[in-house]
Structures are given as structure tokens and as C-alpha cells.
């Protein structure tokens, strides 16, 4: 049985054997449009900057990576490393295609991962194509 009373309500309790009772439980009713507590407030608002800086900064520089990943990539093939260096112009090839689609995926950290092998391996195979030319 509830019964309201202002401020106190009366509440049916069971005990550990059982055994039904009231008890008085003093409830506080919050009105619509209070504020909420200032320290809750504050550790909040730099939860979620924190939480969108952290992604930010992870996705562009994945972004970034894929961009040199890309440039080294692209002066390999120009100087003729399909022909010079097939295996590392394949790697680098490859890791950036994988690199590309981790990213569409959502997995920054991965992509950029994948991204740096691919250039990596690009600058391996400059420095073969520089060796035999």
C-alpha cells in the first residue's frame, strides 16, 4: 500500500523472512526544469569533448597517412616500379586498398596501421627501383 503524504510515503516492505510491513521513506519530488549539480554538469561535457577529440583526431590521421601512403604509391608506379620492384609495388598496393576499406569501416586505428605498411613498402621499393637504375 502507497499512501501519499506530501513529502513522506509509506511504502509495503518484506523482510527477510517475509514478513510484510510499512516503513516511511522520505522522497524528494523534483520539479521539471531544475538544473542538474554543477560537478555532474561540468565532468559530462568533458567526457563528450574528450570522447569526439580523441575519434577526431584518430580518423584524420588515418586520413593523413593514407594521403602519404598514397603519394609514395603513386611516384613508385611513376618511376617504374611494377617492373623494377614487383613485390613491393604489389605490397604497397595492396596494404593501401585494404587500408581504404578499414577506413570506410570505421577502424581508424587499423587503417592507419595499414596505411604506414603501404608506404612503408612503397619506400622499400623506391629505394630498389634507385638500386637498379
Not at 56 to 83: D, H
Not at 86 to 115: D, H, M, Q, T
Not at 121 to 133: P, R
Request: hydrophobic residues 40%.
Amino acid at each position: 500500500m502507497i499512501e501519499d503524504s506530501g513529502e513522506i510515503r509509506l511504502k509495503g516492505c518484506v523482510g527477510r523472512c517475509g514478513q510484510g510491513g510499512t516503513r516511511a521513506v522520505k522522497t524528494e519530488i523534483l520539479k521539471g526544469g531544475e538544473c542538474m549539480n554543477r560537478r555532474v554538469l561540468g565532468l559530462m561535457v568533458v567526457l563528450v569533448f574528450f570522447s569526439v577529440s580523441v575519434s577526431g583526431c584518430a580518423y584524420f590521421a588515418a586520413r593523413n597517412e593514407i594521403k602519404a601512403a598514397e603519394n609514395a604509391t603513386a611516384e613508385l608506379k611513376g618511376s617504374g616500379g611494377a617492373k623494377l620492384a614487383p613485390y613491393e609495388y604489389c605490397s604497397a598496393e595492396s596494404f593501401l586498398e585494404i587500408s581504404k576499406f578499414v577506413l570506410s569501416e570505421n577502424s581508424w586505428g587499423k587503417s592507419k596501421e595499414f596505411a604506414t605498411r603501404s608506404k612503408s613498402a612503397a619506400d622499400a621499393g623506391l629505394i630498389e627501383v634507385k638500386k637498379k637504375k
